[in-house]
C-alpha cells in the first residue's frame, strides 16, 4: 500500500497553525484541522472502489454525484482504467474509515 503526501495539505496546515497561534482558530478548530491534514491516504485498487461503493448500496451514478465526479470516471476507476487521485482519493480514503455517510 503506498501512502501519499501531500504538498498542499501541510501548506495549509501550516497556515492555519499561524492563525491558531494567533488566537484565531480555537482549539477545537485546530484539532479537527489536525485530523483532516493527516488522515493518511493510500492508493485503492479499483476492487475496492467497487467494494466501497456496493457497501454502500449506491449506484455507480449516485456514488459519482456525492463525490462530484462523473458516472464514466466511477466506471472506469471500478474497472481498473483510470485511478483516483487528489480529492478524489482523499474522499474515498475518508468513506472507507468513516463509511459513506461521513459526506452526506
Same mark, same amino acid.
Given at each position: #500500500?503506498?501512502?501519499? &503526501?501531500?504538498?498542499? !495539505?501541510?501548506e ?9 497561534? %494567533?488566537? @484565531? ?18 492508493? #485503492?485498487?479499483?476492487? &475496492?472502489i467497487?467494494? !466501497? ?11 459519482? %454525484?456525492? @463525490? ?11 474497472i ?25
Amino acid at each position: #500500500m503506498t501512502m501519499r &503526501k501531500s504538498r498542499i !495539505l501541510d501548506e495549509m496546515h501550516e497556515t492555519a497553525l499561524g492563525l491558531h497561534n %494567533a488566537g @484565531l482558530i480555537n482549539k477545537r478548530r485546530m484539532s479537527e484541522i489536525d485530523a483532516l491534514c493527516h488522515l493518511a491516504v493510500a492508493d #485503492m485498487p479499483a476492487q &475496492k472502489i467497487k467494494l !466501497l461503493r456496493e457497501k454502500a448500496h449506491v449506484s455507480q451514478a449516485v456514488f459519482a %454525484a456525492i @463525490l462530484n465526479t462523473s458516472l464514466s470516471t466511477v466506471q472506469k476507476w471500478e474497472i481498473g482504467d483510470k485511478h483516483p487521485s487528489g480529492p478524489s482519493l482523499k474522499l474515498l480514503n475518508l468513506i472507507e474509515h468513516k463509511g459513506l455517510e461521513v459526506l452526506l
